[in-house]
């Protein structure tokens, strides 16, 4: 196809086997958008396309993901807000022919194989069996409620508490490193809402505080700290990397400098009292396990 469609903070390019979203990154876009930046999403990770009337005066293109092929979309769990969803493209009325045209080209690439079901609205979709949309890339930090959550892009996840907002139970805890080999998921409710926070499943099942505040697993959101549109593409990342380890055999042992930097952390919450004796040791043994 090759076309370009350009809509209110989006832009869509039709290539052959895939619709490139560009997202606008002007005062009135959403953050989101600007962090986001481009798209690329594959023919096979679409479910259908859809038209429908928007607000004030405008029109609404909006391409449906198959369940599981977008880690973005997965770690959202439904909970965008319309203005935020990325697979929106908003247009002026007077531009629906247009949009039809496009609506139906598109699902004439799609065929009916690529869902199931009605396809204006893409229900029945089989889910993808891998994410067929690349994840957010490149290293990520941003500042919640009770320390800063870091990620290297690749394999380490970590949460360094802060002084203020950290539990006791956290600071008992100690920054900690995850690799994610050592988790099966991750848990996003989104900062807009009551209790947001980031919550990752290690495997193995072992008992958890039931409130992510008391989880050293978690980071909590506050008014102005995890903003969605920085705490949901790590979120998006870290998932699409735990998948991608799931397919990849074999664990690395952990470098030791970056043990020893968590031991050195360790041993100053020890001398500072905010860990006993035998905390201390069991950690310490721990840590010198992943060597």
């Known amino acids: 196809m090759g076309d370009v469609l350009a809509g209110i903070h989006a832009t869509w390019e039709f290539e052959s086997d895939a619709l490139v979203i560009r997202f606008d990154r002007g005062n009135r876009a959403p953050r989101l958008f600007g962090v986001l930046r481009e798209r690329r999403v594959p023919h096979e990770a679409l479910a259908s396309v859809t038209l429908s009337p928007g607000k004030r005066g405008t029109v609404v293109l909006h391409a449906v993901p198959r369940p599981g092929a977008d880690p973005l979309m997965e770690a959202a769990a439904g909970q965008l807000p319309e203005a935020c969803d ?148 790590f979120a998006a990342a870290v998932l699409a990397a735990i998948r991608t380890a799931d397919r990849v055999p074999a664990r690395t042992a952990a470098a030791p400098g970056a043990v020893a930097e968590r031991i050195r952390h360790l041993g100053e919450l020890h001398e500072a009292g905010l860990v006993t004796d035998e905390e201390f040791s069991a950690k310490k043994a721990e840590l010198l396990a992943e060597l």
């Open 86 to 233: 990325p697979y929106r493209l908003v247009l002026p009325a007077d531009r629906e022919t247009l949009a039809e045209y496009y609506r139906d080209e598109l699902r004439a690439v799609l065929g009916t194989g690529a869902y199931s079901g009605d396809p204006s609205d893409g229900l029945g979709a089989e889910p993808a069996d891998r994410f067929l949309v690349a994840p957010p890339q490149g290293p990520q930090s941003f500042k919640a409620y009770d320390g800063k959550a870091s990620f290297d892009g690749q394999s380490e996840v970590s949460f360094r508490w802060s002084w203020t907002g950290a539990s006791s139970e956290k600071w008992k805890a100690g920054d900690q490193f995850f690799h994610v080999r050592d988790l099966c998921g991750i848990e996003w409710r989104s900062p807009d809402v009551l209790d947001g926070h980031l919550r990752l499943v290690p495997r193995g099942g072992e008992p958890r505080a039931s409130q992510p505040d008391h989880d050293p697993a978690s980071v909590v959101f506050g008014l102005g700290y995890g903003p969605v549109h920085l705490s949901l593409p």
